[in-house]
DNA sequence: GCCAACGTTGGC
DNA sequence: GCCAACGTTGGC
């Protein structure tokens, strides 16, 4: 069972809408190295819901609900070649304390997490080590 | 195949 | 609003 973390600017799709619509396609990704986490997510696996810009925070945890599929956002051109994919993700619930990217980025042992090695990506792994503590810095009661 | 120019993301 | 990081594009 693998663990992630996706982005999301709030101003474009925030917690907020995952929680009132409950499953939502997670599409627009257009980053090789992000569609290929994406392609590797199983039913059920989990995902911390970061708040890109504003906020700068965890604010949630969401589930894959459904593998990777073609994303029906993507122009496929005239040709209709379909390069990048999609997931579902259903919400779990929030964060009882949002996790700030300035804790995290303060916290011994989180240095090495993709959050801050590679802020630009917007989905990536999160080892088991790493989901264990920020659900502990989080107050996340389950897994 | 290299590399400069440019665009995008995201933190500050 | 600025800038660093970095992916993509296009000329050669």
Redesign the pocket.
């Given at each position: 069972m693998a663990q992630w973390l996706v982005?999301?600017?709030p101003d474009a799709f925030s917690w907020q809408q995952q929680v009132e619509n409950g499953v939502e396609p997670w599409t627009?990704v257009?980053?090789?190295?992000a569609a290929k986490f994406l392609r590797a997510m199983a039913v059920g696996e989990r995902a911390f819901f970061?708040?890109?810009?504003?906020g700068?925070e965890i604010v949630g945890v969401v589930e894959v609900a459904r593998a990777a599929y073609p994303d029906p956002t993507e122009d496929t051109g005239p040709k209709g070649i379909q390069r990048w994919a999609c997931v579902d993700m259903r919400a779990v619930g929030p964060m009882p304390r949002p996790v700030t990217?300035?804790t995290i980025?303060a916290t011994p042992g989180l240095e090495e997490i993709g959050?801050i090695?590679?802020?630009?990506?917007?989905v990536m792994p999160v080892s088991d080590a790493h989901w264990a503590m920020l659900c502990e810095m989080g107050g996340w009661p389950g897994r």
């Open positions: 982005k999301s600017e627009g257009r980053n090789a190295q970061y708040h890109s810009n504003i700068k990217l300035a980025k959050l090695r590679q802020s630009r990506l917007s």
